[in-house]
């Protein structure tokens, strides 16, 4: 599940959230070009081989899913985005959320 809901929630871009588990033990990024407010299911593809997460898909009834945070075997390690206004961002457990330096070739003004 990935969640941009709340009273101030916002577009963000080229989020990169790193996993572990899933049969993936170093991970694989979940990757999302845009994430306007609301709430994204992320299937897990560990069965079926090739990539191992699905594209994401706005749900609307959340009563039949228990996100990653609930299982012991699973673990989001980074979760890095550039907000509106084209600031990166990186979370980890251990830092919180801090504004980061940005990438090397990557564009950091927000996009029209």
Partial sequence: MVSNRGSTSAVFHDV??????NNHPSGEDIEIVTVPPGLYFVASNA????SAWGRPV?????SAFFPLTFAR?????TIRFRDQ???PWQW???DG???VAPEAGRETAARP
């Fill in 16 to 21: 990169r959230i790193a996993t572990v588990g």
């Fill in 85 to 87: 206004l084209g600031t």
């Fill in 47 to 50: 069965v079926t081989g090739g």
């Fill in 97 to 99: 959320l801090v504004e």
């Fill in 73 to 77: 075997k699973y673990d989001v390690t």
């Fill in 92 to 94: 980890r457990p251990t």
């Fill in 58 to 62: 706005l749900v609307t009834d959340e």
